[in-house]
């Protein structure tokens, strides 16, 4: 499961070139769900980039605490939460990283996903209107998961979808059948995705210094992988 992302700025010259950036993007060292973040969607014919609120929020939910911030690959075609988003309210989150947790006999610890060569990564999500009398109309999103590949499975079981930047607008565009949508929900290939071991200070989302994402040990990645340097 996704419960914590590493964002910081990224260059989208060259992962999508003619993206329209109607707002600046969020950063952030550790970045929590119930929080806002910048998503990407197709607008007029051209990814825009603007912000939504980490937990969707459809309009007959009467419960904030209850918006979830992930949805499971499988079952988006059969939970109402998710169906008619999936289907036409693609998008997604430009993040560098996402926060793990591995199970260890005295305490958990944590681990930092990112891509061997250490490039942005742009993650599967959906998204729908925000409604709440708490604060002005808004749009909201869940991170999409998949299974995690055998590299990572020790560090556990889910992780966020990745979608290539070549694919990006084909998953965007709400005239891309769901069919071919859920195809591109795929786990991720073992030498794309690395994951070292990071300070327990992320443990409190409080905590956004830069150090919350510097490596304490080795890189965990697949033999094969080529980091680029």
């Given amino acids: 499961m996704a419960g914590r992302l590493h964002i910081a700025p990224i260059d989208f010259s060259q992962l999508l070139p003619d993206l329209v950036m109607d707002m600046p993007q969020v950063t952030s060292a550790n970045l929590a769900p119930r929080r806002m973040l910048s998503g990407i969607r197709l607008e007029a014919g051209r990814p825009h980039l603007g912000r939504l609120f980490w937990g969707l929020t459809p309009p007959w939910l009467t419960v904030l605490d209850h918006a979830p911030h992930c949805a499971r690959a499988e079952s988006l075609a059969e939970r109402r939460m998710f169906r008619e988003a999936f289907q036409a309210r693609r998008c997604l989150?430009?993040?560098?990283?996402?926060?793990?947790?591995?199970?260890?006999?005295?305490?958990?610890?944590?681990?930092?996903?990112?891509?061997?060569?250490?490039?942005?990564?742009l993650l599967a999500a959906l998204w729908c209107r925000f409604h709440t009398s708490l604060a002005e109309h808004t749009d909201s999103l869940a991170l999409i998961t998949v299974p995690t590949n055998a590299l990572l499975a020790p560090l556990g079981d889910r992780l966020p979808a990745v979608i290539p930047s070549d694919d990006a607008r084909r998953w965007l565009d709400p005239q891309t059948p769901a069919e071919t949508a859920q195809a591109m929900l795929a786990t991720a290939p073992r030498e794309l995705l690395g994951a070292f071991p990071v300070s327990r200070r992320v443990n409190n989302p409080a905590n956004q210094e830069a150090a919350c994402a510097h490596p304490v040990g080795p890189m965990l990645r697949h033999q094969n992988s080529l980091e680029r340097r």
């Fill in 93 to 121: 989150v430009p993040a560098t990283g996402i926060y793990v947790w591995k199970s260890q006999p005295r305490a958990k610890q944590p681990f930092l996903v990112t891509r061997v060569d250490r490039g942005p990564l």
